[in-house]
């Protein structure tokens, strides 16, 4: 006899894993971000394992043209972090189009979306994206939590989407408004949770995105 089990369907969100916000000498560093570089690396190694697919979303500024002096065209700094880019992945550049495949998330691991703000839905093909997906969980990471994870859970919940924040592996620059946000969040129905629940404690390692002393000493 064939039992047909459901499979729960999760995607995890994964915001602004950039050099410039998550590296000790980005235009933007996080704070504690030896502890969010190793769980990023962590939960992406999971999602890859365990074959989840993955929205990725990037900061990236005209330099010319009200930049917030991060995440720039042309920097080092914009870049994904190595370990966050799978195989198999597609990028869209920041457009004022919509046009998105139905089946997208069947045919690549990962999409990322280029986005000239902090809000996804303020860009069209990702409010397309975001708003359209069918999944039971969505697991959100990334930076920062005051800006960006914020707005894309806020925009998630108002669609009635099902919103995991995983809280130690969202990085901050201001860790009062973190908490604020992570209450927001909370009140609005997100589910708060660690990497650490989720895929059991781990030991810091290094995970060679940074060059600064603390990360350096962390693998010896
Ligand atoms: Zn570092």
Same mark, same amino acid.
Not at 17 to 31: C, E, F, H, P
């Given at each position: 006899?064939?039992?047909?089990?459901?499979?729960?369907?999760?995607?995890?969100?994964?915001?602004?894993?950039?050099?410039?916000?998550?590296?000790?000498?980005?235009?933007?560093?996080?704070?504690?971000?030896?502890?969010?570089?190793?769980?990023?690396?962590?939960?992406?190694? +999971?999602?890859?394992?365990?074959?989840?697919?993955?929205?990725?979303?990037?900061?990236?500024?005209?330099?010319?043209?009200?930049?917030?002096?991060?995440?720039? +065209?042309?920097?080092?700094?914009?870049?994904?972090?190595?370990?966050?880019?799978?195989?198999?992945?597609?990028?869209?550049?920041?457009?004022?189009? +919509?046009?998105?495949?139905?089946?997208?998330?069947?045919?690549?691991?990962?999409?990322?979306?280029?986005?000239?703000?902090?809000?996804?839905?303020?860009?069209?093909?990702?409010?397309?994206?975001?708003?359209?997906?069918?999944?039971?969980?969505?697991?959100?990471?990334?930076?920062?939590?005051?800006?960006?994870?914020?707005?894309?859970?806020?925009?998630?919940?108002?669609?009635?989407?099902?919103?995991?924040?995983?809280?130690?592996?969202?990085?901050?620059?201001?860790?009062?408004? +973190?908490?604020?946000?992570?209450?927001?969040?909370?009140?609005?129905?997100?589910?708060?949770?660690?990497?650490?629940?989720?895929?059991?404690?781990?030991?810091?390692?290094?995970?060679?995105?940074?060059?600064?002393?603390?990360?350096?000493?962390?693998?010896?």
């Amino acid at each position: 006899m064939i039992i047909l089990r459901y499979q729960p369907r999760q995607i995890l969100i994964d915001i602004d894993t950039q050099r410039d916000l998550l590296v000790a000498n980005g235009a933007a560093s996080v704070y504690n971000h030896r502890k969010i570089l190793a769980n990023i690396h962590r939960v992406m190694a +999971a999602a890859r394992h365990n074959h989840i697919p993955t929205i990725s979303t990037t900061q990236v500024y005209n330099p010319d043209y009200h930049s917030p002096g991060y995440c720039l +065209a042309g920097t080092n700094g914009l870049k994904k972090l190595r370990y966050t880019v799978r195989d198999n992945c597609l990028c869209y550049p920041a457009s004022d189009s +919509a046009d998105l495949p139905l089946d997208i998330l069947d045919r690549y691991n990962q999409v990322v979306f280029c986005k000239r703000c902090e809000d996804p839905f303020e860009e069209p093909r990702l409010d397309r994206m975001l708003t359209g997906l069918r999944a039971d969980e969505l697991y959100l990471i990334g930076a920062t939590a005051e800006g960006s994870v914020k707005a894309t859970a806020l925009g998630l919940l108002t669609r009635g989407k099902k919103v995991t924040v995983l809280t130690d592996v969202v990085g901050t620059r201001n860790r009062p408004a +973190a908490d604020r946000a992570f209450r927001e969040m909370a009140a609005k129905g997100a589910i708060l949770s660690k990497a650490t629940e989720i895929l059991g404690p781990s030991v810091l390692r290094i995970v060679h995105a940074c060059p600064c002393k603390h990360c350096r000493m962390a693998g010896s």
